[in-house]
């Protein structure tokens, strides 16, 4: 019998990160206002409010962050949140949406700072995930975890949460 191995992703599998993932894009949406209303098109567009509920709705469709990024530009143009139009407004600007994605990363590592020991506990795991990997561990299968996230992070949740040697 081969050994089994198991590849989870984390957000939105092992770990509720919905709000999480929420508060740090609205934060680069106000800290970046400017430029994207400069960047964002031919004419200036108005940045509409990203409510948690449009953030949800979307996020069938959005894979990282600046997937949800396209999903504002295509909100403030009143298109519909397809993975089609995802890719177009990633071709049609590449720039602001790379920066836009490098400013996400650094402020969901500020957002982790200023929350402390409260930020694991923001990223709460999905119901019985904790007990299968615990129960996958005792049967031998190998775990491992694949996601856009930086490493550490991951690593301080698997051990906030008793899992790390699983």
């Known amino acids: 019998m081969r050994p089994a191995i198991i590849l989870w992703d984390f957000d939105g599998v092992l770990a509720d990160s919905l709000r999480e993932c929420y508060e740090v894009t609205t934060r680069v949406l106000q800290k970046e206002r400017q430029r994207i209303g400069q960047e964002a ?96 561990e005792k049967k031998g299968v190998r775990q491992a975890v694949m996601t856009a996230r930086d490493s550490s992070s991951v690593k301080k949740w698997l051990a906030h949460y008793g899992v790390a040697s699983c």
């Open 41 to 136: 098109g031919p004419r200036p567009v108005p940045l509409m409010p990203y409510s948690f509920a449009d953030f949800a709705s979307d996020r069938p469709v959005c894979i990282n962050a600046a997937d949800f990024f396209c999903a504002v530009l295509l909100r403030m143009e009143k298109k519909p949140v397809e993975e089609q139009g995802l890719h177009a407004m990633m071709e049609a600007h590449p720039h602001l949406i790379r920066e836009l994605d490098r400013v996400y990363y650094g402020e969901r590592e500020a957002f982790a700072g200023e929350l402390g020991d409260g930020y694991e506990k923001m990223l709460a795991p999905y119901d019985g995930v904790l007990e299968t990997l615990h129960a996958l």
